[in-house]
C-alpha cells in the first residue's frame, strides 16, 4: 500500500507512549505534518528528539477547556487520532467512584470534546476528515477486572456510530481500531501476570498478543483514502479473540 499524508495536518492523542509513540513516528515518516498530543512532558521530549519534525501538544485532557485551547491553536486539522486511554483495573465490586471518573473522562468525555473542535474546523472548511478511535476489544467481550473499562470502551463504540451518522454529510469519516492485548505500559498492567497472559492467549485463535505496528498498520488505513467507504466501523485487530 503506498501511502502519502503529504500536506495532511494530524493530531495524535496519547502520542507520549506506546501505540500512539509508534504511530505518530510512522505518519510523520509518511510526510504527514504530525502534532502529538500527551500530558506527560518528558515523553513528548524524548518522541521530538526521534523525530524533530513532530509538534508536541502538552496537555492534560482531562482539562476540557485547556484541552479545546490547545486544539484550536493548531487547526485545521485534517486527521484526527483518538487513542489517548487509562485502564484502572479492579475486579467488579471494587471499582471507586475515581476510577470511574478518570476512565470515563479520558477515553470518552475527551474524545468528545476533541472531536468536536476538529470536527466544526472541517465543516467550516468543508475539508472533510478522517477520524479514527482507538477502542479494544473490552468495548466487545467481558474481561475480569475490567468492568470501568469494557464499559468505557463499549461507550465510545456507540458514541462512533452517532459521529458516523452525524458527521458522514460532512464527508468526515470516523471509525475505530479495537486491539487484543498489546504489551504496553497500559497491557502489562493487566496482562504481566504469566498466568493471567497464557489465559488470554489461549482464547485468541492466533495464539498470541498484538505487536504495536500491528494495530497502527490497520490505523494508517482507516486514516487514507485506501478506506474510502468505510464510515462507522470498528475494525477489531485481536487475532480472532471476540468472533470465538
Ligand atoms: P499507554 O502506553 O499507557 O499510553 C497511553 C497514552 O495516553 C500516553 O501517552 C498517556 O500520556 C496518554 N494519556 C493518558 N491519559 C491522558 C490524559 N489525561 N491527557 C493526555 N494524555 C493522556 O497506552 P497504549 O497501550 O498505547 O494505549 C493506547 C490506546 O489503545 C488506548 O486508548 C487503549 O485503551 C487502547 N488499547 C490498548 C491495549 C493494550 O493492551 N495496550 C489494548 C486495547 C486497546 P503520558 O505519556 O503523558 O502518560
Known sequence: MNINFEGKRILVTGAGQGIGRELALRLSKYKGEVFALSKTEKNLDSLVTADPKIQPVCVDLRDWDATRKAIQNILPIDLLVNNAGVACLTPFLDATPEGFDLTFDVNVKAVLNVSQVVAKSMIERKSGGSIVNISSQAGQAALKDHAVYCASKGALDMLLKTMALELGPHNIRVNAVSPTVV???????????PQKAQE???KIPLGRFAEVDEVVDPIIYLLSDRSSMINGACLLVDGGFVAC
Open 183 to 193: 504489551m504496553t505500559e497500559m497491557g502489562k498492567l493487566g496482562w504481566s501476570d
Open 200 to 202: 488470554m492467549i489461549s
